[in-house]
T-cell receptor, first 111, second 109 residues
C-alpha cells in the first residue's frame, strides 16, 4: 500500500517565521504535489515536481517555495509566514499519470 | 481555471440517491473523482477517460460527457459511509490535474 507521510498533523507558527512542511512517500513515485485546502475553494495546487531537483509552479505559488533533493521527499517552504497562509496543506504523489495518493494533511495556523 | 462542482453541499437520508456534477470550461481528456472523509486524506474513487464512458464502483458510478465538458457522479442507495467531501479533478491535453471546489455530502440515518 502506498504511504504518503506528512511530518506534522498540526502546526502553529508566528507571522514572519520560515516554515518547513515535509512530505515523504515510499512508492518510488516520480511525481509529487503540494496543495492547500480551504473551505469553498477545494484543493489548489501550489507546486509540483516531476523529478528530483525539478519543480513547477502550480496555480498559487506566491509566498511558497519547494525543495526536492531526494526522490521520496518533497518539502514546502513558507519563506515568511503570513496569516493568510493559515490552511490545511496536503501532499500527494503519483506514478506518471496514475491516480494521486494523498497524505493526511498538515493543519497550519499562523498567528 | 478550477472546474465547478454542484451542488456545494447535499444532505441525504440513508437509501436516497444523489448526483454530483463537475463542469469545466476546457476540453477535457480525463476526469478523476476522489472522496475525503472528515479528518482523512482524499481517496481515489475512479477515473474516466475521453470517450464518454461510464464507470462504476460499488453503488457509486460516474459518467463523462466530453461534448459538454462535464462529468457526473451518481450515488445510489446511499450509506452512512458515503459521507464526506467529493472532489472532481480534470485534465486537459498537456495540462496538469486541476481539482474542483468540492461537494460536501452528509448521509443521515
Amino acid at each position: 500500500d502506498v504511504k504518503v507521510t506528512q511530518s506534522s498533523r498540526y502546526l502553529v507558527k508566528r507571522t514572519g517565521e520560515k516554515v518547513f512542511l515535509e512530505c515523504v512517500q515510499d512508492m518510488d513515485h516520480e511525481n509529487m504535489f503540494w496543495y492547500r485546502q480551504d473551505p469553498g475553494l477545494g484543493l489548489r495546487l501550489i507546486y509540483f515536481s516531476y523529478d528530483v531537483k525539478m519543480k513547477e509552479k502550480g496555480d498559487i505559488p506566491e509566498g511558497y517555495s519547494v525543495s526536492r533533493e531526494k526522490k521520496e521527499r518533497f518539502s514546502l517552504i513558507l519563506e515568511s509566514a503570513s496569516t493568510n497562509q493559515t490552511s490545511m496543506y496536503l501532499c500527494a504523489s503519483s506514478f506518471k499519470s496514475q491516480p494521486q495518493h494523498f497524505g493526511d494533511g498538515t493543519r497550519l495556523s499562523i498567528l | 481555471q478550477q472546474p465547478v462542482q454542484s451542488p456545494q453541499a447535499v444532505i441525504l437520508r440513508e437509501g436516497e440517491d444523489a448526483v454530483i456534477n463537475c463542469s469545466s470550461s476546457k476540453a477535457l481528456y480525463s476526469v478523476h473523482w476522489y472522496r475525503q472523509k472528515h479528518g482523512e486524506a482524499p481517496v481515489f474513487l475512479m477515473i474516466l477517460l475521453k470517450g464518454g464512458e461510464q464507470k462504476g464502483h460499488e453503488k457509486i458510478s460516474a459518467s463523462f460527457n466530453e461534448k459538454k465538458q462535464q462529468s457526473s457522479l451518481y450515488l445510489t442507495a446511499s450509506q452512512l459511509s458515503y459521507s464526506g467531501t467529493y472532489f472532481c479533478g480534470t485534465e486537459s491535453s498537456g495540462d496538469k490535474l486541476t481539482f474542483g471546489t468540492g461537494t460536501r455530502l452528509a448521509v443521515r440515518p
